[in-house]
């Protein structure tokens, strides 16, 4: 179904861009927020692991990956960048950010393919949790600032229109 393949294509996508995203901030924090490096690490591997996840689901079914891949990539990197050098709150609004509009589509995902598709559904389940870590380390560890908000909103702009993208590529 057209419906199953462009979720498991774009969840591809958005892992890559985490990837991106955790690794950028992982460069920057090497340098300025040594303390932050165990817990980037962390997420990062999660996303990996992610990836790997959606790369077989796409390999096996022989399904194409989304045209935008190298964007997300690409995207993340400069996303992850630019909050990391905007300190480490940033790092912490970007993370709840995206975590946040991230599990949002993961909820309509698995009740649709709960309702179609064991595997996929499966697939999606089991990153769930580990995003909801991610949100957390996000929420709990960013503090109120009139940076917040602005930041809040721009990355869950810019993931939202990524997602509404990769549906097109
Ligand atoms: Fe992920
Ligand atoms: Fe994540």
Known sequence: MKEIERIIRVDHAGERGAIGIYSAQLIVARVLYKDLVPVLEAMLLHEREHYATFNRLLNSRRIRHCYGLGLWAFGGAVLGTLTALLGRNAIWVCTNS????????????????????????????????????????????????????????????STEFAIWLSTKL
């Open 98 to 157: 995206i975590e946040t509009t991230v599990l949002h589509h993961l909820e309509w995902q698995l009740v649709f393919l709960n309702k179609h598709d064991a595997e996929a559904y499966a697939a999606v389940l089991s990153i769930k949790s580990d995003e909801e870590e991610h949100r957390e380390m996000g929420r709990s560890n960013g503090k109120e600032s009139f940076l917040y908000k602005p930041i809040f909103w721009l990355v869950q702009r």
